[in-house]
């Protein structure tokens, strides 16, 4: 499989550069940019309003709700994935994105047991979006076209507000068999120095459910709360994967130049209209539209969760749910979902994969 980089997992070359990535999360000018970036969003007066903001919202719901419609139906009836009416209609206006998001590692090339973060080529993530008014049910989540796979060259989550990293998307639009075929199992490769090399297959470390929340400072939030492993350990606290977390997420201008080692080498392929709503700023909060294309780049800043679930005044005045509500109840219903199906090993349901060909959900290294 190709990765944003524009080349093959299984080229050391390739994971040589992928690892250069790095470099980008030390370069103050880039994460002062962003931090400026989301800051001239809120207080530009060019801003766009909030109902043209309403109606991406209302696009991309429409998006994964047409998706649920066309495949999910083919699941012969076991789809946990339910409509509700009075959920849509509860759901706070903030919340632009929700669903179940995965999280991953991979060994570095020849590492057969992974002590330490060290150890790591790579960590990734999943966002599995899901219809705004759907709530969980019993069973494996019926597989869409709708995945978006992400890269962390740091290999860690930002753990407090001065951790700043970027991530990029290395696969848009796809499903969890093309994930399943092409990036989760592992392979080899040979080399004219060192013979025969072995790529481990990834390392599910987490599951939950997410939100990608915009409050009222027009910011954007990744919100998650974990459901998988039922209780958290060493690896977990290592890579910055909490019981419940939150960043401050923007998306990168593709069009501003910036530092090399913070930059990909291929761009994404946005709509002008989508390059224009940048305005000439660096950075730009995030719309979930922007995140269906591979390469997009993206900051992850850490913060306090209380931060990204603050509901909006005009929901509190109407008396709708909370972010943090709604949250809750996704993560009670997956909950129980994982607890109905095999517990920890539900995250192998959920990704089609057997257990027997891959670790174990693990807490220590």
């Known amino acids: 499989m190709k990765d944003a980089s524009g080349s093959d997992h299984t080229d050391e070359k390739a994971h040589k550069s992928e690892e250069n990535v790095e470099a980008r999360n030390e370069d103050q000018d880039a994460e002062e940019d962003a931090k400026n970036g989301q800051e001239n969003t809120a207080s530009d007066k060019h801003n766009a309003s909030d109902d043209a903001t309403k109606n991406d919202i209302s696009k991309d719901n429409a998006k994964v709700e047409d998706a649920t419609t066309t495949e999910a139906d083919t699941t012969n009836g076991d789809n946990p994935v339910e409509e509700s009416s009075q959920r849509k209609k509860d759901m706070p206006s903030n919340i632009l994105e929700k669903g179940l998001i995965y999280f991953f590692t991979r060994n570095r090339v020849g590492i057969d047991d992974a002590d330490s973060v060290g150890d790591l080529q790579r960590t990734f993530f999943v966002l599995r979006p899901l219809p705004t008014g759907a709530k969980l049910g019993d069973g494996a989540i019926p597989d869409m076209k709708n995945n978006r796979l992400f890269a962390l060259p740091k290999k860690t989550f930002p753990k407090s507000h001065n951790d700043r990293f970027m991530a990029f998307v290395e696969k848009a639009n796809t499903t969890i068999q093309d994930l399943k075929d092409n990036f989760f199992k592992g392979s080899k490769y040979e080399t004219k120095t060192q013979g025969t090399r072995q790529v481990d297959p990834v ?60 930059s990909l080498p291929q761009k994404p392929d946005f709509s002008k209209e989508i390059i224009e709503e940048f305005r000439g700023l660096a950075w730009s909060e995030v719309k979930p539209k922007y995140l269906d294309y591979e390469y997009c780049q993206i900051l992850l800043i850490g913060e306090h969760l209380e931060k990204g679930i603050e509901p909006t005044t005009k929901d509190k005045k109407h008396h709708k749910e909370t972010p943090q509500e709604e949250l809750e109840k996704l993560e009670h219903e997956d909950e129980l979902r994982v607890e109905h199906l095999h517990g920890d090993d539900s995250v192998f349901d959920d990704l089609k994969i057997s257990k027997k060909d891959y670790p174990k959900v693990p807490t220590t290294w």
């Open 203 to 262: 390392t599910p470390v987490a599951e939950g459910v997410y939100a990608i929340t915009r409050t009222e400072d027009k910011t954007t939030h990744l919100v998650y709360s974990t459901t998988i492993p039922s209780d958290l350990g060493e690896m977990q606290e290592d890579l910055g994967i909490k019981d419940q977390g939150s960043f401050i997420v923007s998306v990168k201008n593709p069009e501003r130049s910036g530092p090399a080692a913070a």
